[in-house]
């Protein structure tokens, strides 16, 4: 095996790692949180944790259809392109987005397993800033990396609306 393979199969298995411990987390975060508490923004610019929630399934759609799927969440056209939150917008239940993420998450999983190392050393399909000339997975691995950031802030919400703190098992 050459050094490439070697750090590709490490990097399949961090993915792999994060992506299967996001998972029950995703649910996890959200557990208990009312409808009317995951719109709250609490006189902050923050995004509200049904934006977060929202945002978290459809980057799990995008990364998805990046390994050549066409899936789309149900509330598609509110995070479409990476929208940010908007004022005015009628957001989708908790249960809706928790519906999207059983259904993604193993399709996402299976699409990622099977990825030829050609695809996976392919171009990024989300160019960004300082980030043009990275890989499919490299940019998948920042997707998932994104994940434990909006856990952690989903979180922290959980706190400031006076939940528990979210359950690891």
Not at 81 to 94: T, V
Not at 146 to 160: F, P, T
Request: proline share 7%; charged share 20%; aromatic share 8%.
């Amino acid at each position: 095996m050459n050094t490439q393979d070697v750090a590709q199969a490490g990097k399949v298995a961090a993915w792999l790692l994060l992506y299967d411990g996001h998972t029950p987390m995703f649910n996890n975060v959200l557990e208990g949180i009312s409808e009317a508490d995951a719109r709250k923004r609490l006189d902050t610019p923050a995004n509200h944790p049904i934006w977060l929630a929202g945002s978290l399934v459809q980057e799990r759609f995008e990364m998805a259809n990046a390994l050549g799927l066409k899936e789309q969440q149900q509330a598609h056209l509110l995070f479409d392109n990476h929208k940010g939150i908007q004022a005015d917008a009628e957001y989708p239940s908790l249960d809706t987005l928790r519906a999207d993420w059983a259904r993604i998450t193993p399709i996402l999983r299976e699409a990622f397993s099977k990825a030829s190392a050609e695809k996976l050393h392919g171009p990024n399909p989300w160019p960004m800033p300082d980030m043009e000339q990275i890989s499919l997975l490299d940019m998948l691995l920042y997707c998932i990396d994104r994940e434990s950031y909006c856990i952690g802030q989903l979180g922290l919400w959980r706190r400031l609306l006076n939940y528990p703190p979210m359950r690891y098992s």
